[in-house]
């Protein structure tokens, strides 16, 4: 049992076969894409928190073949984050409106995302 964020949590994805797990949610301090490692011990198991998605962030996808994580927040932007380097590589405005959804497709050439607008 992990306290993911500090006011809710959205989405979860695993990262490959690996014990890596990411979430996304709404925190305090904008820290709203987390990466965690389940095997390690209680209190040492967050392994990045990405500062990202005012107002938190909604939906995460895994991109396996690229090491990419991919997420859409509360006010309709989209960030992919690069998992080996830990950083943010883009991030743009897709919606007017939260993203809801986020798809990709089986050779990783593509993503999709939805909103409520």
Not at 16 to 31: E, I, K, Y
Not at 81 to 104: C, G, M, N, W
Request: include cysteine.
């Amino acid at each position: 049992s992990w306290q993911c964020h500090s006011k809710t949590t959205s989405d979860f994805a695993f990262i490959t076969s690996s014990s890596l797990v990411a979430t996304s949610g709404q925190s305090n301090d904008n820290r709203n894409v987390c990466l965690w490692d389940s095997l390690a011990s209680s209190g040492n198991n967050l392994i990045h928190a990405f500062t990202c998605h005012d107002h938190g962030a909604t939906v995460l996808q895994y991109a396996p073949k690229h090491q990419l994580l991919i997420s859409g927040g509360r006010k309709g932007y989209v960030c992919i984050f690069d998992i080996r380097q830990r950083q943010i590589l883009y991030t743009f405005h897709a919606h007017e409106s939260a993203v809801k959804a986020l798809a990709l497709d089986p050779s990783e050439d593509y993503f999709v995302t939805g909103s409520a607008e």
